[in-house]
């Protein structure tokens, strides 16, 4: 069976039979260069925050994310930032009353036989008067209507996660530079 990520949906939508031909080869997850992406080290810290209730653990999980970074001022100002969007993360988790009920959680859709899509859903909520919100952490400003995979994890989320309509289920992506969600 052949399997991709989720996250090249778009790719396979531009040119199926391209991407067709990259996954019969094999071929089709790119590497990733730098090391162990930011997002994930603020995923990593926000994740601390839920299971202590507390930020400052969450602070010093991202500080010790980042440790090993040569000490230069533009990283001094950006581990500033990162620590900044998590004090807006807490304000917003608070202000929206969400509950984390899952991070990190797998996907797996099986489109034939010969065909899966894997990835993974960083955090999904809880609200406060009913629904399911999933967030993916990241800088891009997306329309996720536009992108294919936010709806089918919103479709994954209602049917395998969640057990819910999928009216039920919001999903978004939070700014790991800012905390602030959309």
């Not at 531009?14 to 094999?26: T, Y």
């Not at 807490?90 to 797998?106: A, H, T, W």
């Not at 008067?129 to 294919?148: C, H, K, M, P, Q």
Request: aromatic share 10%; with cysteine; hydrophobic share 35%.
């Amino acid at each position: 069976m052949k399997k991709f990520s989720i996250t090249e949906l778009e790719t396979a939508r531009r040119n199926p039979v391209d991407f067709g031909k990259v996954l019969k080869d094999g071929t089709t997850s790119a590497s990733s260069f730098g090391g162990y992406p930011k997002s994930m080290r603020w995923l990593n810290a926000i994740c601390k925050y839920h299971e202590d209730q507390d930020i400052s653990p969450a602070i010093l999980s991202l500080e010790q994310g980042f440790w090993n970074r040569k000490d230069t001022s533009k990283n001094r100002q950006e581990l500033e930032a990162f620590i900044d969007a998590l004090s807006n993360y807490e304000s917003e988790i608070q202000k929206r009353k969400l509950s984390l009920i899952k991070s990190r959680e797998p996907v797996s859709l099986t489109l034939t036989r010969l065909v899966k899509i894997t990835g993974q859903i960083p955090v999904i909520f809880m609200r406060p008067e009913t629904g399911f919100s999933a967030y993916f952490i990241t800088r891009e400003n997306i329309n996720w209507d536009t992108v294919l995979k936010y709806p089918v994890i919103q479709s994954c989320i209602a049917s395998n996660t969640c057990n819910c309509k999928v009216t039920e289920v919001e999903v978004g992506y939070i700014d790991y530079y800012s905390g602030e969600f959309h």
